[in-house]
């Protein structure tokens, strides 16, 4: 009798050292994630280290490959199929993007995590991405399009940033940067991409369900890389979770696209196609590309050109700022080199906006645009697969269960990469002693992709990202507010997660 009570006061005080218990074990797996590689427990591998700490996991992946000589296999949880090799060694990157190129497709796992981008270029193999590729190659390195970009984006820059930035400073009020180039980049990119202005940069700060849709996707699909299948298929069957947060953004994402390109077929028929320089124009005149324009194909080139503008394009923008608030005599250099190619006859201390052909011929504002998106590529990592068994330079064997993940964000942290002094912000590391750019390896330098995959809108980037930037550094101060942490968001875009609060004010009168 005496036994049968004291088993439920023992079972209880158990239960009362249950929560004691948990709390060490999450103590031994925040000391083991912050500070040594992690460790692969049994049943559910390496997994919990990165639940326990997703909010960093970028930093954390820096730390971990610095200990472990730019490699890295991950265990996912035991029957899941999670397992995957990090790397941000550049003989690795260049093996699989250059070198063996047809060997490593983007292959169906990538498909099936970026779903949502149906079967447009960033999810095509094989001949459907080459064909993608040489068509929109045309397209983006037309005349006819790139006078479009510079005007567009000149008009962008007069008429949506510096409205915002006039009416900040007058009004002395707290801005996120992020914000501002999030919607710049949006409504450009929309232009560009389709010929519509959604008008988001304006005073008012309008909100765009179609952009929140996107931010919704991105942040989705990273989380994807670490849930297992099984259990996606599961929330998505039951409608919870992350699989129906996916779906809400889909369907917003799906219904704009569909109203934009019907806008965009009756404008049309109203009009010369010739007028239309942006690029769904183009693909739907041009019968001579050997593809049907019916409204799946348009909607999944729509959505992959957006992404890769529109996201790309602010991220950089962000980061660079961020890295001049903090290194003020980089800043100075910036401006002393923009003085440079003001014409003697006019007052260089005065309100103006450039042109990309003189800002093109800047190295120092170039060098530093290098560094930033060195440390902060605005695409943080890649995900690619082997198609047969094979031996990486790193002496890593994969196979076709093999995920195989980039870390750029690493890559430019480092120090067996880019030295000592990996952590520093030096656009000096890019200029040669002949003061030209100096050339780094693609494998080396990710942030526009290498091999034949190679970013096809690295011009278009550095045309809007310079002309957007110049703009702001030779007319304003960016002040960052004191105190507030500017931290790597967890997602496929390196956004900042709290955005990028600032205080502006003017160097002198708008023109």
């Not at 591998?45 to 820096?62: F, K």
Request: aromatic share 12%.
């Amino acid at each position: 009798m005496v036994d049968s009570i004291a088993f439920p006061e023992n079972l209880f005080a158990l239960f009362n050292f249950i929560p004691f218990l948990l709390m060490i074990f999450f103590l031994i797996l925040k000391w083991n994630f912050d500070g040594f590689v992690p460790w692969n427990w049994p049943l559910v591998g390496m997994t919990p280290t990165v639940a326990c700490h997703i909010h960093r996991a970028h930093d954390r992946i820096t730390e971990v490959l610095n200990q472990t000589g730019c490699s890295f296999l991950f265990k996912g949880i035991w029957f899941t199929d999670l397992d995957f090799l990090l790397t941000a060694d550049p003989s690795n990157i260049h093996h699989i993007l250059s070198a063996n190129f047809e060997r490593y497709p983007k292959g169906p796992d990538f498909k099936y995590i970026f779903d949502v981008l149906g079967d447009g270029i960033f999810n095509s193999d094989s001949d459907s991405w080459r064909e993608q590729r040489r068509i929109a190659h045309s397209l983006v390195r037309h005349d006819k399009f790139l006078q479009f970009l510079e005007e567009t984006t000149m008009k962008k820059v007069k008429e949506g940033v510096v409205l915002v930035l006039e009416s900040v400073c007058e009004d002395g009020s707290v801005l996120d940067l992020q914000d501002l180039f999030q919607r710049f980049s949006f409504d450009s990119t929309c232009m560009l991409v389709t010929g519509f202005d959604f008008n988001s940069l304006s005073i008012d700060f309008p909100q765009v369900p179609f952009s929140k849709a996107m931010d919704d996707v991105e942040e989705v699909i990273l989380l994807r890389h670490f849930i297992p299948k099984s259990l996606w298929e599961l929330q998505k069957k039951l409608q919870i979770g992350q699989p129906k947060k996916l779906k809400e953004a889909w369907e917003i994402i799906d219904q704009t696209i569909a109203k934009l390109i019907a806008l965009k077929r009756e404008s049309l028929q109203k009009e010369e196609p010739a007028q239309g320089a942006d690029l769904i124009t183009s693909y739907m005149v041009n019968e001579e590309d050997g593809f049907e324009k019916n409204e799946n194909f348009l909607r999944d080139t729509v959505l992959n050109f957006m992404i890769a503008g529109r996201d790309t394009l602010s991220s950089a923008l962000s980061w660079f700022f961020f890295c001049l608030s903090n290194n003020p005599t980089v800043e100075a250099k910036i401006r002393e080199e923009l003085k440079s190619i003001i014409p003697e006859n006019e007052d260089h201390d005065q309100w103006r906006i450039f042109s990309i052909e003189e800002l093109n011929k800047l190295v120092y504002f170039h060098g530093a645009l290098c560094e930033t998106l060195r440390l902060y590529p605005p695409v943080p990592f890649q995900h690619k697969v082997t198609v047969e068994a094979d031996v990486l330079p790193s002496g890593h064997k994969v196979d076709p269960t093999t995920k195989i993940l980039f870390s750029l964000y690493a890559l430019g942290r480092m120090s067996e990469v880019w030295g000592k002094d990996c952590e520093e912000f030096k656009p000096e590391r890019w200029i040669s002693e002949k003061g030209s750019i100096k050339h780094v390896p693609s494998y080396k330098f990710l942030a526009f992709n290498a091999g034949p995959r190679t970013c096809l809108g690295k011009q278009v980037a550095f045309t809007e990202i310079k002309m957007v930037a110049a703009a702001i550094i030779h007319n304003y101060n960016i002040i960052q507010e004191i105190g507030h942490k500017v931290v790597p968001n967890p997602s496929i875009i390196l956004h900042m997660k709290h955005g990028f609060k600032v205080k502006i004010t003017k160097r002198w009168s708008c023109g």
